[in-house]
């Protein structure tokens, strides 16, 4: 997984990998984020399959996550918006 930080959103990009690798990386890097961070954009892709996007969307569950969005723009990508750690 690639990642890349912009300002209060990171992003994470798991083309390529296979959904049970994915879910394992996002979740830890999800619970390394610092509370700075508001949003996570996971980079899943659209043409190979659906299998990342649909375990994005619809399996992918973490305490931080306040709620998911597939992005407008681009159909290979969903935002995460995040809760502050108490």
Wanted: hydrophobic share 35%.
């Amino acid at each position: 997984m690639v990642t890349r930080r912009k300002g209060n959103v990171m992003e994470a990009d798991i083309h390529g990998m296979n959904p049970s690798d994915a879910r394992r990386e996002i979740l830890g890097l999800l619970d390394r984020l610092p509370n700075d961070i508001t949003e996570v954009h996971i980079i899943h892709g659209y043409r190979g399959g659906d299998s990342l996007r649909s375990m994005v969307q619809n399996s992918l569950a973490h305490p931080r996550i306040a709620r998911k969005m597939q992005s407008f723009l681009n159909e290979g990508e969903t935002k995460i918006f995040l809760r502050t750690r108490k």
